[in-house]
C-alpha cells in the first residue's frame, strides 16, 4: 500500500510539474512572468565599459560620474555611472557597440538624455545588423535640461532573436552628445511620455500664465493661430505647487482663436499644462521688485533669466537696453531680445520682449543703431529708425532644426514700441561655426556702416555696408572670444588725439586704429577688470555729441536662487582713455546720474583710524556708494567691512582685494582713491578713478546692513570719505 501511495505521490508530482511549465510557458506569453521581471543588459556600474566595443573620443576610456567639464548638471541617471558622450565637449564623435544577447522579454527600458538629432545621437537596437528600433535623445534644444528620461521600445515581435545595441554620438554641433543608463528587458514598459495635448482658447486677456518648477523636465509649448506658428519655447512644467509663474504676453493677438500646443509630456507636465490660464496679472506680480534678492539699484528683469545687454541706443531722451532673455524660466534658454527704456539708465521699465524666435532660430546678440538718413529705406513716418541686429542661432531650437547661425535684422518706427522683422533675412548667411553677435556702427570718414562679427575661434571680421541690409567683408583679425565691441575715444580728452577700442565678452581690449576696412592694433590685449561676474558688455551707439560719454553696460553674472527671476545688469559706467603709468588704459567710472539716488550723506575728513575703532559706525543701509580717499600712518592695510565683506586695500603689497578677487593698485602720491557701490547681490569697486574695476558677486542680504572702517598693523589717515545711501531704483514701480 505504501509503494501505491509512492507512485500516485510522483504521478502527482510529475503531473504538477509539467503542468507548472505549461503555466510558466503561457505566462511569458501574456507578459505576466514567473520569475524576474527585469534582465539587465548594462547599468555600467562597474565604472568600466567592460565586454562593450568602444570607438572615437565621444565616450571616454570610462563611463562617466555625472556631468563631464563644460557641461550643464546631468541628471536622472541610476547608481553612480553612466554613458555620457559629452568627453570633450559637443564636436567629439564616437560610438559603443554591445556585446550579442537574446531578446527574451517584450521591452527594452533605458534612460536617455542628451541631443535631439535623429540618427546622429541616438540609441539603436540591431538585429541581423539592421536598426530594428532606434531612439534619440530628449533634450528639447531650447535650453534644454541634463536629464535622462525613460524611454521603452515594444520588442515582443524579437523574442528570442539574437541582438546588440549601439549607441552612437555623430553629431558636431550644439547638443551633439548622447547620455543612456539602465539598460533592461522588461515585461513592462517605463516610458509614460505621450504626444501633443492643446488647449483652445480665444486671446482676451493680457496674459498666459505659466506655472514654473525648477528641475522639472522641460517640455516644448507652442502657441498656434490655425496652423501658424507664432511661438514655440521650452518650460520646466510643474505638475504640483510652482516655484514661481511666468507669462506669455498675448496682447498682440487679442481677439484671435489660439491653440497652446505641449509637444511631449507625462501626467507631471500635463498637470502644469492643465493649470495654465489667461489673466491680467500674473501671480506674484504685487510682489515683482520687492523680492529678497533683487538688485535695488541694478537692472534684473521681472521674471526669467537675462544674459548679455544688446541693441544699446540712444533715441530722443531715451536709453534702449535690449537682452538675451529667456521669458519661460530660471535658467538660459528661449533666447528672446527682452527690452527696457530709460530716461536716466537707473530707473528702467519693461516695455516686453521685442524679438522673437521663429524658424531661422532663436535670437542670439548683436547691436542696435538709429538710422538717421533712412539709408535702409524703412523710415514710414516722421519718427528715425532703429534697426537692430542679431544672430538667428538655428538649430537651438526645434523650430529651427538644421539651420545654421546666420546674421539679421529688425526695425521700429515707433520709438521702438514695435518690431519688424525684415523680410529678406538674413543679410549675412553662414560663414564658419558659430558666427554671431554683429555690432554695427557709422563710420564717419567713410561715410559707411560698419560691422564687426564674431566668427569662430577669437576671429573678429569686418564688414561694410551703405543701406544696412547688404554687407561686404573687409578684414579679419585674430583678437577676442565673441560679443565685440568698437568705439573711439580721445586720450586724456584730447580731441587730436583719438585711440580706437575692440573688445570680446571678457571685456580684454586692444587699443589701435581703425580706417573703416581694418583694425590695427597697438597693444597686445589688455585685462579690463579684476571681478568675478564681469560679461558680455556693450555701449549705447547714438549719444549725443553734447554729451560725449561712452557708455557701458555689461552683464552682472550672478545667480538669484529661489527667486522668479535670474542674473541682472551691472551699473552704468562712462569709459574714457587716461594715460596711467602702465600706458594708455581704458577707465570705467559710475555715471554721473548715481547722485539723484543720494537719500543720506555722511561725510569726514582728516580722520585718524586706529586698529579697533569705527569712523563708520553710523553708517547704514542696503545701499550704498562709498568714495574714499585713504592714506597710511603706520597701517600694513585697511579694510571696508560692507555687512560681513571685507574690501580690503594692502598698503603694503598696493593689492586691492574683494572675495577671493585681487588686483594691483598703485598708491598716487602715497594714497588710495576708491568708489564702492554697494547693492543686495553685488559689489563693484573702482580704484584710482576706474585704473582697476572689480565687480563682485556677494550676498549681503543676511547680513546687516553695517559698515566698518577698519585699520590693520597701525593707524589709517581718511583723507576724504563720502558714504551715500541710496534710494532703491523701483520705489516708483
Not at 508 to 523: I, M, N
Amino acid at each position: 500500500m505504501t509503494n501505491i501511495i509512492r507512485i500516485v505521490f510522483m504521478l502527482l508530482c510529475l503531473v504538477n510539474i509539467s503542468f507548472s511549465r505549461v503555466l510558466a510557458y503561457e505566462s511569458f506569453n501574456l507578459a505576466e512572468p514567473q520569475g524576474p521581471q527585469d534582465i539587465t543588459i548594462a547599468d555600467f556600474e562597474s565604472g568600466t565599459y567592460g565586454s562593450w566595443q568602444v570607438s572615437g573620443t565621444a565616450f571616454g576610456p570610462a563611463p562617466a560620474q555625472g556631468s563631464l567639464p563644460g557641461q550643464m548638471e546631468v541628471t536622472g541617471f541610476e547608481g553612480q555611472y553612466l554613458v555620457n558622450s559629452y568627453n570633450g565637449g559637443d564636436n567629439s564623435i564616437g560610438k559603443l557597440t554591445s556585446p550579442v544577447f537574446t531578446v527574451e522579454r517584450k521591452y527594452i527600458n533605458f534612460l536617455i538624455g542628451g541631443g535631439g538629432h535623429t540618427g546622429l545621437t541616438c540609441i539603436n537596437l540591431l538585429v541581423d545588423g539592421e536598426i530594428v528600433r532606434t531612439a534619440a535623445g530628449p533634450n528639447l534644444q531650447s535650453g534644454g535640461s541634463e536629464k535622462l528620461e525613460w524611454m521603452s521600445w515594444e520588442i515582443n515581435d524579437l523574442i528570442g532573436k539574437a541582438a546588440t545595441l549601439e549607441i552612437v554620438d555623430n553629431y558636431t554641433g550644439g547638443w551633439g552628445h548622447i547620455c543612456i543608463d539602465a539598460i533592461s528587458q522588461g515585461f513592462t514598459a517605463k516610458q509614460t511620455i505621450y504626444i501633443n495635448k492643446q488647449k483652445n482658447f480665444t486671446a482676451k486677456m493680457k496674459y498666459l500664465n505659466i506655472p514654473v518648477k525648477n528641475g522639472a523636465a522641460k517640455r516644448v509649448c507652442r502657441l498656434y493661430e490655425g496652423d501658424n506658428l507664432l511661438r514655440e519655447f521650452s518650460v520646466e512644467l510643474a505638475g504640483a505647487e510652482p516655484d514661481f509663474w511666468v507669462y506669455l504676453d498675448i496682447t498682440e493677438f487679442a481677439g484671435k482663436d489660439l491653440i497652446l500646443e505641449l509637444d511631449r509630456y507625462s501626467p507631471v507636465n500635463a498637470a502644469g499644462f492643465d493649470a495654465v490660464f489667461q489673466d491680467n496679472t500674473y501671480p506674484g506680480e504685487e510682489d515683482t521688485y520687492k523680492e529678497a534678492l533683487r538688485p535695488q539699484i541694478h537692472f534684473s528683469s521681472k521674471r526669467g533669466w537675462l544674459n548679455d545687454t544688446n541693441g544699446m541706443v540712444y533715441y530722443d531722451g531715451e536709453y534702449h537696453m535690449f537682452y538675451q532673455h529667456n521669458p519661460y524660466g530660471w535658467g538660459w534658454g528661449n533666447m528672446t531680445w527682452g527690452h527696457a527704456v530709460s530716461t536716466d539708465m537707473l530707473h528702467w521699465k519693461e516695455l516686453g520682449d521685442a524679438i522673437h524666435p521663429d524658424e531661422l532660430g532663436t535670437i542670439f546678440s548683436g547691436g542696435a543703431v538709429v538710422d538717421w538718413n533712412n539709408t535702409a529705406g524703412f523710415q514710414t513716418g516722421s519718427e528715425k529708425p532703429l534697426v537692430a541686429f542679431y544672430t538667428y542661432a538655428g538649430d537651438n531650437s526645434l523650430w529651427s532644426k538644421g539651420k545654421p547661425f546666420t546674421q539679421a535684422i529688425a526695425y521700429s518706427n515707433d520709438r521702438g514700441r514695435n518690431w519688424t522683422k525684415y523680410a529678406d533675412n538674413p543679410v549675412i548667411g553662414h560663414i564658419v561655426g558659430g558666427n554671431r553677435d554683429p555690432k554695427v556702427i557709422w563710420h564717419e570718414p567713410t561715410q559707411k556702416w560698419v560691422m564687426v562679427l564674431f566668427l569662430d575661434d577669437h576671429v573678429m571680421a569686418f564688414f561694410n555696408s551703405s543701406d544696412l541690409k547688404n554687407w561686404t567683408k573687409t578684414s579679419e583679425l585674430k583678437a577676442f572670444h565673441e560679443c565685440p565691441e568698437l568705439f573711439e575715444l580721445p586720450v586724456d580728452n584730447n580731441v587730436n588725439n583719438k585711440k580706437w577700442v575692440l573688445y570680446g565678452a571678457d571685456g580684454a581690449y586692444f587699443l589701435g586704429q581703425f580706417d573703416g576696412l581694418k583694425f590695427t592694433p597697438e597693444t597686445q590685449a589688455v585685462r579690463f577688470h579684476y571681478g568675478n561676474c564681469f560679461y558680455a558688455s556693450q555701449t549705447f551707439s547714438d549719444i549725443p555729441a553734447s554729451d560725449g560719454r561712452r557708455i557701458q553696460m555689461g552683464w552682472g553674472q550672478i545667480d538669484m536662487p529661489g527667486m522668479p527671476f535670474n542674473q541682472m545688469i551691472l551699473f552704468p559706467v562712462s569709459l574714457s582713455l587716461r594715460t596711467t603709468p602702465a600706458g594708455v588704459r581704458l577707465c570705467p567710472e559710475p555715471v554721473a546720474e548715481i547722485e539723484t539716488l543720494y537719500q543720506q550723506s555722511w561725510t569726514w575728513q582728516n580722520e585718524i583710524v586706529p586698529p579697533g575703532s569705527n569712523l563708520t559706525s553710523a553708517v547704514s543701509g542696503e545701499c550704498l556708494r562709498i568714495q574714499a580717499v585713504l592714506q597710511p600712518q603706520g597701517a600694513s592695510s585697511c579694510s571696508f567691512v560692507i555687512g560681513n565683506v571685507p574690501v580690503t586695500y594692502d598698503f603694503a603689497t598696493a593689492q586691492l582685494s574683494c572675495s577671493g578677487q585681487s588686483a594691483p593698485l598703485a598708491l598716487i602720491d602715497g594714497r588710495v582713491k576708491l568708489d564702492i557701490i554697494v547693492d543686495r547681490m553685488s559689489l563693484e569697486i573702482f580704484g584710482a578713478d576706474g585704473q582697476v574695476y572689480m565687480p563682485v558677486k556677494t550676498n549681503l542680504t543676511a547680513v546687516p546692513d553695517t559698515l566698518k572702517l577698519d585699520s590693520v598693523g597701525g593707524d589709517t589717515q581718511v583723507v576724504e570719505l563720502t558714504v551715500n545711501r541710496l534710494s532703491s531704483v523701483w520705489n516708483s514701480q
